[in-house]
Nanobody
Framework: QVQLVESGGGLVQAGGSLRLSCAAS????????MGWYRQAPGKQRELVAA???????NYADSVKGRFTISRDNAKNTVYLQMNSLKPEDTAVYYC???????????????WGQGTQVTVSS
């Protein structure tokens, strides 16, 4: 049983910043990858950024140079620092974790409930 809880969303003006947080809790054995996805109204969910336990990162081209993903392994928490926000960044942001639980060897994906980010023009 694993839960991912996001926080930090809100309303900002274009050019502003937000920091999203996602804390994973429950019967976690190891976390391979944590990341962020987003979904705007009428659009498909897309990868924003991901970070492996070994420190490898993957960013969407649209956010490179503006967003930074980081992770506190001791707290099972991943962060997304979002700078120079644009109206096109408006979406619901979802936390994702690929992990092994204490009762399974299989890597399983878990999702948070989502947090709204709105950037005004």
């Amino acid at each position: 049983q694993v839960q991912l809880v996001e926080s930090g969303g809100g309303l900002v003006q274009a050019g502003g910043s937000l920091r999203l947080s996602c804390a994973a809790s429950g019967n976690i054995f190891t976390i391979n990858t944590m990341g962020w996805y987003r979904q705007a109204p009428g659009k498909q969910r897309e990868l924003v950024a991901a970070l492996t336990s070994g420190g490898r990162t993957n960013y969407a081209d649209s956010v490179k140079g503006r967003f930074t993903i980081s992770r506190d392994n001791a707290k099972n928490t991943v962060y997304l620092q979002m700078n120079s926000l644009k109206p096109e960044d408006t979406a619901v942001y979802y936390c994702n974790a690929e992990l092994r639980t204490t009762t399974s060897f299989q890597v399983t994906a878990f999702w948070g409930q989502g947090t709204q980010v709105t950037v005004s023009s």
